[in-house]
């Protein structure tokens, strides 16, 4: 984003911009000035206003949870067919072994300090850049499948990256998922917890960003960090000591990362379908 939009949004003299790695969506900013340090994130895709608008939303509800940090939120902006969204500029360290025990702590507090009567969000967001649905269902089966497995499973066979043979019936995913789902209580969840959705602080403290959010089953949050490795045996300990994993988690990681390998199949392309059809012949 050019430097005279970013100053008369942040109404300060700007004296340095530096890119930012990391993401595949958005261009990322750090941006300094006299009296603060920002992160800048901005996108000229098609549904990038919504998408910050909706990432913000997630903050949000995160913050009013009291369970866990996010960086304070500054502004959601649009000029001419860029938007932007800024946000306090966190600095941030490798994590040590205590600074994973206490955001394993933190993350099970977040799970079990705001619940639903339903599972679902009373907005729809997005992973990745495509859209999520959170429409609201009473059983955690109905709403996995029919709001996370169906749609990218649609997606994936209209992209020609699934044969139509490929993809089960819907009523056999919604019975296999119930058999092993078991009861569930909807816990307010990140919704997209890889390694590069949260940041360790130089003070130690655990911070949430770019959030998917919705009310559903906790073991998604946890099978997400075990996708893409980032998460210490130490997390798992500290969040295990407040929330016993369930009776049938091996199982569920699975099938909760086979709605992320499918965004990423649509996303990005067939080197994850090997992943997705290996899960959907195994469970379905």
């Known amino acids: 984003m050019k430097k005279e939009r970013l100053e008369s949004v942040l109404g300060k003299p700007i004296i340095g911009v530096q890119t930012l790695s990391g993401g595949d969506i958005a261009h990322a900013q750090k941006v300094t000035t006299k009296s603060g340090t920002f992160f800048v994130k901005s996108g000229s895709f098609p549904n990038a206003k919504e998408l910050f608008e909706q990432e913000m ?3 949000k509800t995160i913050e009013e949870s009291e369970s866990i940090d996010v960086p304070k939120i500054i502004g959601n902006y649009s000029f001419g067919g860029t938007a932007c969204l800024i946000l306090e500029f966190i600095k941030t360290k490798l994590p ?3 600074d994973m025990e206490a955001f394993g702590r933190k993350m099970a507090q977040f799970h079990l ?10 907005t729809d967001n997005f992973i990745g850049k495509l859209p999520q649905s959170n429409q609201r269902h009473s059983k955690w089966s ?3 499948v029919m ?10 066979q209209n992209l020609n990256l699934l044969k139509p043979s490929e993809v089960p019936e819907l009523e056999h995913l919604i019975e296999k998922c119930g058999n092993i789902f ?10 997209d917890l890889w390694s590069g959705n949260y940041l360790i602080s130089t003070t130690g403290n655990s911070y949430l960003i770019d959030p998917a959010v919705y009310y559903g089953h906790n073991e998604v949050d946890l099978a997400m960090t075990k996708l893409f490795g980032g998460f210490s045996n130490t997390f798992y300990g500290a969040y295990h000591e407040i929330i016993p994993p369930h009776e049938n988690q091996k199982s569920l990681v699975e ?7 499918l965004v990423h199949l649509n996303l990005f392309g067939t080197s994850y379908r090997n992943s997705v059809v290996q899960i959907l012949k195994k469970y379905f």
């Open 147 to 156: 709001e996370r497995l169906l749609p990218q499973l649609n997606l994936s």
């Open 96 to 98: 040590e072994t205590l």
């Open 255 to 261: 099938i909760y990362q086979l709605y992320f390998l």
């Open 142 to 144: 109905s709403f996995y």
């Open 113 to 122: 300090s705001t619940t639903s009567e339903s599972f679902g969000f009373e």
């Open 57 to 59: 939303v997630g903050l």
């Open 182 to 191: 078991g009861m569930v209580t909807p816990s307010l969840l990140h919704g």
